[in-house]
């Protein structure tokens, strides 16, 4: 593939790697996958990650785990232990990789999760992000002392404010509040350093925060929500965007709608990466890729997890269900979900069972294919697949389309899975120019190209 077809000015690719662990993506019962609770799997992962000279690693979160017809749904990787430390671990075994962990805005407080962040980023030397995300389901509220769940249109708004709380608790220390003077004994430049104070419906917090500026100033802030209010949020606070759109056609859509939504809040475009998790199998031919790619498809969409996707559909246990036969005859069962637990999948198809379950059944009969077949098709989300060359070429004209900024790998096998890309493909985007040969900045807003946000004086929120 010749390189004449990049276009200058182009754009630098941004990557990053998500360690799987709460969702079918992982095949663990493949002989190359590891473990996904010893610090060794963490541990190669990231230092894989940073050969690559990757962006971060990603941690996704599993507050509960799942449940389907009553018992622990273990057909995928399930669970996932502390975030925090497991990236202060990694900490010390990495120099340059960021860290980036998800923590729910639900069930925890302002307080606690922004002194956890900027511990993180003071141990890792400005590598610390966080994912904000928000929870909606009473079956994992019942793990908390607050019970239960918020609705979903406070969702975003508990969302926003405990972000901004968090933002006013790292913005009360200034960079020069420390000043360790010893041979005057003073310690601090100012004696209110850390005092804050917050106050709206959802938050009412003032006092002194205990953690000094950190190298970052604040740690990096994701968003993975994609509805009109997710989007709302990333416009207005984010630095960056988990995203599940990672191809050309969904991709630059989601690309135009957020980048947008900036001018609104006085924000560049440059202000806001977007970066959607992808797949990639590879092989020595597209040929060899393609058939991996299958086999892959089939491990992740085993029988009997297609059968546990078709009773969350059909909202019904079924036991004796031959998954690679037909789909069950009848409707699926109005209601609440009574299977599974836990799922975001049950949700987002539950609203409009019956319908989809038609179209499967369609898609089953016009291409002759079984209800897992089906299945495996339907939530498949679509990767990189090729030769090294066929990858590097699919991933530059994402972002060079204005699709992406970049991405986020998830690959199939952990923790091993990186490495097949850092060894091919890696060294192709490097000679064409569009990713780094090496860090030029020591934190993650250097890798990332943002800037290092300055304090603003502590605030009280509005009522």
């Not at 938050?203 to 970052?216: K, L």
């Not at 609203?351 to 897992?372: F, H, P, T, Y």
């Not at 090294?388 to 060079?400: G, I, K, R, S, Y």
């Not at 934190?443 to 304090?455: A, N, V």
Request: aromatic share 10%; glycine share 8%; no cysteine.
């Amino acid at each position: 593939m010749s390189t004449t077809a990049h276009s200058e000015p182009v754009k630098q690719i941004h990557i990053a790697a998500h360690f799987p662990g709460v969702n079918n993506t992982t095949v663990w019962s493949d002989p190359e996958a590891g473990s996904h609770i010893e610090f060794d799997s963490f541990r190669t992962f990231a230092q894989e990650a940073e050969r690559g000279k990757f962006d971060f690693l990603f941690l996704a979160e599993g507050l509960r785990l799942r449940e389907q017809n009553g018992q622990i749904y273990d057909l995928d990787v399930v669970g996932r232990p502390d975030t925090f430390t497991i990236l202060s671990a990694l900490a010390a075994v990495t120099d340059r990789l960021g860290l980036a962990g998800t923590i729910n805005s639900t069930f925890n407080e302002p307080y606690e999760v922004a002194r956890q962040f900027a511990s993180l980023d003071h141990l890792s030397a400005g590598r610390a992000a966080w994912n904000v995300v928000t929870s909606w389901d009473e079956f994992t509220g019942e793990n908390f002392r607050r019970g239960g769940f918020l609705a979903e249109e406070d969702r975003y708004g508990r969302a926003e404010s405990f972000l901004s709380a968090a933002q006013t608790l790292w913005d009360s220390w200034r960079d020069d509040d420390v000043i360790a003077d010893k041979a005057a004994g003073r310690f601090l430049r100012r004696p209110d350093a850390g005092a804050y104070s917050y106050h709206d419906r959802f938050f009412d917090i003032e006092g002194r925060f205990n953690v000094p500026r950190s190298p970052q100033g604040r740690p990096v802030v994701f968003q993975a929500g994609d509805s009109d209010a997710g989007r709302e949020f990333a416009a207005a606070q984010a630095d960056a965007i988990f995203s599940r759109h990672g191809d050309l056609e969904t991709g630059t859509r989601f690309y135009a709608d957020v980048k947008r939504r900036l001018a609104k809040y006085s924000r560049r475009r440059d202000e806001l990466l977007i970066l959607p998790a992808v797949t990639f199998v590879l092989g020595d031919t597209d040929a060899e890729a393609a058939d991996a790619a299958a086999r892959v498809r089939l491990a992740q969409v085993s029988a009997a997890t297609a059968t546990r996707f078709i009773e969350q559909l059909w909202n019904v246990a079924l036991p004796d269900f031959d998954a690679d036969g037909s789909f069950p005859s009848f409707d699926p069962v109005e209601g609440e979900s009574t299977v599974s637990k836990g799922r975001a999948s049950v949700r987002m198809l539950g609203r409009e069972a019956a319908e989809v379950a038609e179209q499967w059944r369609a898609i089953a009969a016009a291409e002759g294919l079984s209800a897992r077949e089906v299945v495996a098709k339907a939530f498949h989300r679509g990767g990189l697949v090729g030769s090294p060359e066929t990858v590097a070429h699919q991933l530059n004209e994402l972002v060079q389309s204005d699709a992406a900024d970049g991405v986020i790998l998830a690959p199939h096998i952990t923790p091993g899975g990186l490495t097949p890309f850092v060894d091919k493909v890696i060294p192709i985007l490097q000679e064409w120019g569009v990713y780094r040969t090496d860090y030029d900045g020591t934190t993650l807003r250097d890798h990332l190209g943002l800037t290092r946000p300055e304090p603003t004086t502590s605030r009280e929120a509005a009522s």
